[in-house]
T-cell receptor, first 113, second 112 residues
């Protein structure tokens, strides 16, 4: 099993550029989430989805959009990149029922200059 | 609101030393508690979990006990190895909730 796959692993953007961080999972998990990791702050939830066609905002949604057209994919879009969005981004998924532990991707390190 | 507080890092130990990383939480109700580990350049991996009071989670020699009376979930290992060097995150969630609430992480370095 591939688990949760994130691409790209590294990205450098200029301020104002847009891009999409890709996330795909092959475990048929209903729940998917995007977190950002910043030094000394742990991980903070950006957006999440409980199934195809359903998304909602987390703690820090501003500047990001998501969509969930299939169970497998949950892309994160940066509309107009800002230096404050320099971070490491993690996608995670888990099944709707049973254990509450999330499976995380390996992350995307984004730098906005 | 719900929150998790971990001991400040970084923590540096010698191989075979005893490890404790403190974690306390504030929550309304009875959350499930987790420890995640992040090895250099990788994503987070679930290390262990406990879903109710007095449960003990264990994995790879690590243990943590859900203590409702002290709202704590301290991570322990009797004899650490160099390969345990990583960042450790304590986290909580509630049944049906979409969100994991993380502590700030504790960086652990084990010297040979």
């Amino acid at each position: 099993n591939a688990g949760v796959t994130q691409t790209p692993k590294f990205q450098v953007l200029k301020t104002g550029q847009s891009m999409t961080l890709q996330c795909a999972q092959d475990m048929n998990h209903e729940y998917m989430s995007w977190y950002r990791q910043d030094p000394g702050m742990g991980l903070r939830l950006i957006h999440y989805s409980v199934g195809a066609g359903i998304t909602d905002q987390g703690e820090v949604p501003n500047g990001y959009n998501v969509s969930r057209s299939t169970t497998e994919d949950f892309p994160l879009r940066l509309l107009s990149a800002a230096p404050s969005q320099t971070s490491v981004y993690f996608c995670a998924s888990r099944p709707q029922t049973g254990s509450y532990g999330y499976t995380f991707g390996s992350g995307t390190r984004l730098t906005v200059v | 609101g719900n929150s998790v507080t971990q001991m400040e890092g970084p923590v540096t130990l010698s191989e075979e030393a005893f490890l404790t990383i403190n974690c306390t939480y504030t929550a309304t109700g009875y959350p499930s508690l987790f420890w995640y580990v992040q090895y250099p350049g990788e994503g987070l991996q679930l290390l262990l979990k406990a879903t109710k009071a007095d449960d003990k989670g264990s994995n790879k020699g690590f243990e943590a006990t859900y203590r409702k009376e002290t709202t704590s979930f301290h991570l322990e290992k009797g004899s650490v190895q160099v390969s345990d060097s990583a960042v450790y995150f304590c986290a909580l969630t509630f049944q049906g909730a979409q969100k994991l609430v993380f502590g700030q992480g504790t960086r652990l370095t084990i010297n040979p």
